[in-house]
């Protein structure tokens, strides 16, 4: 969790009461201090080969690329949650953009990009079955890449998923989309749903050089087939 220090305080690192103070690119931060653990589910272990394999590719760049890297990381400005702008190391940049690219099944990178137009999430309502789950009523404004991500069935109360949504699916929607079956997709990630189940569904848009909008977000009820 990012902090923001005050005008006595201005910085800390270390240990206390369970907790590590350290500051990043991002600026100052506190975690729980916790053991590692070691996970081996087969989407963790993907993140960890495209970490691995990126990593190798930025030491294989031409020092012109490298450059090249250092200098666009100046364009892609974020903020984090305190509004504060904060510049990634051009090998961060490299790494991010290509982990998203590769994640969504477009082609990496290894010459550094300008920022272009990011396309905004696709809107979608959700028309759930037994055995079938359609998204629908798209808002898709041009062809656009889209991840969408899914959640296991959930109680009907709950409404924050955020560390339940996995990605279940990577589609090229074009502009007159209407409909998106994730039907078989849906029931590889999870299995199949009951009438009852209340299920989430996401998405986000990415463009070609591996920028990504905000994530649209809608749930419903599996219902009964009529």
Known sequence: MLIKFGSIVTQGRGKLGGHVYSKNRQGAYIRTNAVPS????????????FLTQFSQAWSNLSTEQIAGWNDAAKLFV?????????????????????QTLAHSGQTTLEDAPTPQTIQPPPFFTIDANPGSIVLKD?????????????????????????????????EELF????????SSQYEAKFGAVDVGDKVFFAAYSVNSVGQRS?????SNLVQAIV
């Open 175 to 182: 502009l007159n989309t209407e409909t998106v079956d994730l």
């Open 78 to 98: 974020n903020k984090n949650v305190f509004g504060d702008d904060v510049i990634p190391s051009g090998k961060n940049l490299f790494t991010g953009l290509n």
């Open 214 to 218: 905000v994530i649209f977000k809608s």
């Open 38 to 49: 070691n996970p081996q589910t087969a989407s963790q272990q993907t993140i960890r080969l």
């Open 138 to 170: 798209f808002n898709v404004s041009e062809d656009t890449t889209v991840v969408f991500m899914a959640t296991p069935p959930v109680s009907r109360g709950t409404s924050y998923v955020k560390n339940r949504l996995r990605v279940i699916s990577t």
